[in-house]
């Protein structure tokens, strides 16, 4: 029920970002989501690909610290209201969010949240329980 | 003026014939009395009776701070507790802390070397000492307490900290001569710019500053700010406290030596033989006259040199520069040593933190600064902000819990500190001191 997201360990040094994007071009890699959470020494870039492992491996063989996390995603109808509608469960069921990023599928018909809730399994419950379509690993990873 | 004009001023072969008969009887002394020296000095193949010449003292073993480790607290006392009358200490941030004793006499000595020392600054017995130096175990309230005393100044023993109340104290008593760390004396004038309080409302004229390292262009910013002339002295609780050295108001350029109390040696920083006078080494101490804690050649560390010229002052004491350089990779900031070593032992306690780090020092303005940067490794990463920021926070805490000292603690990539052949380069001091 989970997708499968890399995170990294960035210095506020001009040029790091772009290292990544590089590496993982080289090596064929497809970004499929990402997200950049900065303090004002260092950043946190966390990225959903479409190979974790080859991901993974070619950012750690660039001297990268690299960790892999799992992040649960949820379709949000793509109206006024989407967002909104899954946002009360998380209310209701008095979630936690460590962090969350969105995106939109090419689609456009439903936008992609992506949660990190510090109890995952009673987050998922909870969407199921209100009828929100959360999507597989392979589903997120393969769009 | 000169505190004691007939010691003092000594022609060097009269000098050199005090410090010998002092030298040999020091010896025969601690051989009799500690049996921790009498081991070494057995160990190396010399007795007290070799010492026939000021040069014979390369014979002797030298004394480290670990061996005042070895023997905590009392092991080196050459004379029982009831006739020590003083007890000091070092903050024991490095470990084991150094103890040292004074007996009454050695008590006398000291106020007369912090007497010469006031006397050298150009302080009479009319001025208002007021004594900035932290009080307690650390030798430099006490110490420049009973030297100011035994020149018949007032003494303000106001101790450190509390900076707007100094400054009061400072306009309302009428302080003349004040006696502090020089970056606490800095911290003062902006205290004093903070209040409103212009230095010439205030009667200060000398200051004499020591405890830690500082350059000549601070000297310069203290004689500015504060109107006054500021005197480097020089000491350390192994072999006295403040009052081994000071300069001379006269010339403000290397401070003289109380070579008839103790013997100064400079060696060579690698095979630790001794160098001719004017080269540049580790400065070694041989205390002549001490009673209840003696030290044969003491290893303090410093890096210095004798400068062997008659001053213009009168006094023929050898003088020294100001200290700017260690031997170890001890770190002296804001008057706290520092030893890499201790905050690698707390990384190393902060779980999972491999400790690949590096230590940079920077004076800002007035004060020094000190970052911590860390290698993030895969054991501590976390996608999350807030445990990042915890894992700082927690090292912050802790090198300020045992230190003593803000440090700010920057996580860094794997790789990134420079790494090298030998011996890692743990410190980066940009300080101009």
């Known amino acids: 029920m989970q997708v499968q997201q890399v995170a990294v360990f960035l210095e506020n040094k001009s040029g790091r970002l772009a290292e990544i994007s590089h590496c993982l071009a080289e090596g064929g890699v497809n970004i499929r989501a990402l997200s950049l959470a900065d303090t004002a020494d260092f950043g946190i870039l966390r990225l959903v690909a479409d190979n974790t492992d080859k991901a993974r491996t070619i950012l750690k063989e660039n001297g990268f610290t690299v960790g892999v996390t799992e992040v649960v995603a949820v379709a949000a109808e793509d109206r006024p209201g989407g967002l909104d509608k899954i946002l009360q469960v998380v209310s209701k069921a008095s979630l936690n969010v460590e962090y969350m990023y969105a995106f939109t599928q090419k689609s456009g018909e439903s936008g992609l949240l992506l949660f990190r809730f510090d109890n995952q399994e009673q987050a998922i419950a909870a969407f199921t329980g209100a009828g929100i379509r959360i999507l597989s690993g392979e589903e997120v990873h393969s769009m | ?433």
Request: glycine share 8%; with cysteine; charged share 25%.
């Open chain 2, 1 to 433: 003026m000169i505190w004691n004009e007939q010691a003092e001023t000594m022609p060097r072969e009269e000098l050199v014939k005090v410090q010998l008969s002092r030298l040999q009887s020091q010896v025969e002394r601690v051989y009799a009395t500690v049996p921790y020296y009498r081991q070494k000095m057995d160990d190396a193949g010399v007795a007290p009776g070799d010492i026939k010449s000021l040069q014979d003292i390369r014979r002797l073993p030298f004394t480290t701070k670990e061996d005042l480790r070895k023997n905590y607290p009392f092991g080196l006392f050459t004379v029982p507790l009831e006739r020590v009358v003083r007890i000091h200490a070092s903050s024991g941030t490095t470990g084991q802390p150094t103890v040292v004793g004074y007996t009454r006499r050695d008590i006398k000595m000291w106020a007369e070397m912090m007497a010469r020392s006031l006397a050298a600054a150009g302080v009479t017995r009319k001025d208002v000492v007021h004594n900035a130096y932290g009080y307690g175990l650390f030798t430099g309230g006490l110490g420049a307490h009973y030297g100011a005393e035994e020149m018949g100044c007032a003494v303000i023993p106001i101790s450190g900290g509390n900076s707007k109340r100094q400054i009061t104290i400072m306009k309302d008593f009428g302080s003349t001569v004040l006696l502090a760390t020089p970056s606490y004396t800095l911290n003062l004038a902006d205290t004093m710019a903070d209040m409103g309080v212009d230095p010439s409302e205030l009667k200060l004229r000398v200051g004499i500053f020591g405890a830690e390292p500082w350059s000549e262009q601070m000297r310069q910013e203290i004689e500015k700010r504060l109107q006054i002339k500021a005197i480097d002295i020089y000491g350390l609780s192994e072999v006295l406290g403040p009052g081994v050295a000071v300069e001379c108001i006269e010339e403000q350029k290397g401070l003289h030596i109380m070579e008839d109390h103790f013997l100064p040696e400079i060696v060579d920083r690698d095979t630790f033989e001794p160098l001719p006078v004017g080269e540049k080494g580790e400065l070694v101490f041989t205390t002549l006259t001490k009673e209840a804690f003696p030290v044969i050649r003491y290893r303090t560390k410093d890096i210095c040199q004798l400068i062997p010229d008659v001053c213009t002052c009168g006094r023929t004491f050898y003088r020294m520069p100001k200290v700017t350089g260690r031997t170890d990779d001890m770190l002296i900031i804001r008057g706290v040593n520092v030893f890499p070593s201790q905050i690698e032992e707390i990384l190393m306690k902060v779980e999972g933190v491999e400790p690949h780090y590096q230590i940079v020092v920077e004076r800002e303005g007035n004060l020094d600064s000190i970052e911590v940067q860390v290698e993030v490794s895969e054991d501590v990463f976390s996608d999350e902000v807030k445990i990042l920021e915890k894992l700082a926070a927690t090292i912050r805490t802790n090198i300020k819990d045992l230190l003593g000292i803000s440090s700010r603690i920057k996580l860094v990539e794997p790789k990134t500190i420079q790494r090298s052949e030998g011996k890692a380069q743990r410190v980066i001091d940009k300080r101009k001191i």
